[in-house]
């Protein structure tokens, strides 16, 4: 690649910057974007991480929230033991304000072979403690618990 004005060598796009493009394709990721995760993790990871807390934040009323946590979900499982660790952290603080983000990090966090299953459940039978049943958020720990321990799940919901 060369500049067009000196028309000297230009180095490629750092590569967060490389990442930021990657997670920016409609439809999923770039093409490339596993090669670039195979070549520069740490960076592809850190980009990760920044979407989905910034994805956490999204309003409750925000009905478009097709970002990267949902490439995750539908094209990133070979993604998802780089931000397992992140989702659970945000999880164990609280809830995201939006519904359907708490939805993609659940479905991401029980599709990962690493994710602990003991603890998911733990944290559903806390939130299913303190939520009310006609909250917003009830019926997606409840389904996870039922996944987890339906036993639980039952006593909780009854």
């Given at each position: 690649?060369?500049?067009?004005r000196?028309?000297?060598?230009?180095s490629?796009?750092?590569?967060p910057?490389?990442?930021?493009?990657?997670?920016?394709?409609?439809n999923?990721f770039a093409?490339?974007?596993?090669?670039?995760?195979?070549k520069?993790?740490?960076?592809?990871?850190?980009?990760?991480?920044?979407?989905?807390?910034?994805?956490?934040k999204?309003?409750?009323?925000r009905?478009?929230?097709?970002?990267?946590?949902n490439?995750l979900?539908?094209?990133?499982q070979e993604l998802?033991k780089?931000?397992?660790?992140t989702?659970?952290d945000?999880?164990?603080?609280?809830d995201p304000?939006?519904?359907?983000?708490?939805?993609?990090?659940l479905t991401i966090?029980?599709?990962?072979?690493?994710s602990d299953a003991?603890?998911?459940g733990l944290?559903?039978?806390?939130?299913?403690?303190?939520i009310?049943?006609s909250g917003?958020?009830f019926?997606?720990?409840l389904t996870?618990?039922m996944?987890?321990?339906?036993e639980?799940?039952?006593?909780?919901y009854?």
């Open positions: 690649m060369s500049s067009c000196t028309g000297r060598p230009t490629p796009p750092p590569h910057v490389a990442a930021r493009y990657g997670v920016n394709e409609l999923g093409s490339w974007f596993g090669d670039l995760t195979d520069q993790p740490e960076a592809v990871q850190d980009v990760l991480r920044e979407c989905i807390r910034g994805e956490w999204f309003a409750a009323d009905e478009h929230v097709h970002g990267v946590l490439d979900v539908w094209h990133g998802i780089f931000i397992t660790p989702l659970l945000l999880v164990r603080q609280g304000k939006n519904a359907m983000i708490l939805q993609q990090a966090l029980v599709r990962d072979d690493q003991r603890e998911l944290i559903a039978r806390d939130r299913l403690i303190t009310e049943p917003g958020t019926l997606l720990w996870l618990m996944q987890i321990d339906a639980v799940g039952l006593t909780a009854v």
